[in-house]
């Protein structure tokens, strides 16, 4: 594996850590500043300021506890840019009790490096919600 790729990887397992752990900014430096995220049945998210609005934390709402799981199936690096594409699990519980929602599916992403390091450009999600266990 290359070093690209492990620095690719481990941007992944920090980007899951740190949303578990309610740390915005850290997610925030994983990202490219014009970064466009697709998500089935919604509007594209473009940009830095778009997904930092989008976060409980920052709109003053309590935050939901996070669990996610990445399977990253392939990596393959080009230069300066990269993609990769993933079976992406998470687990949202809201705030308040209400029951866990499980969301699961593949990821393909693109990853741009900038000042020597990776950093997510372009994003398409296609998780789906899964029956409660």
Do not use: C, Y
Request: hydrophobic residues 45%; proline residues 7%.
């Amino acid at each position: 594996m290359s070093s690209d790729e492990q620095e690719i990887r481990q941007l992944v397992a920090t980007w899951i850590e740190a949303t578990k752990a309610g740390d915005t900014d850290t997610v925030l430096s994983l990202m490219t500043d014009d970064v466009v995220f697709l998500v089935t049945g919604q509007q594209p998210m473009i940009g830095k300021p778009a997904f930092a609005a989008a976060m409980p934390a920052a709109s003053g709402q309590e935050r939901p506890k996070f669990e996610g799981r990445s399977e990253i199936q392939e990596v393959q690096v080009f230069g300066e840019w990269a993609w990769m594409w993933s079976k992406l699990t998470v687990v949202f519980t809201p705030p308040g009790g209400a029951s866990p929602v499980t969301r699961a599916g593949h990821t393909l992403s693109v990853l741009k490096k900038q000042d020597g390091k990776w950093a997510l450009a372009r994003d398409a999600n296609m998780l789906a919600p899964t029956p409660a266990k």
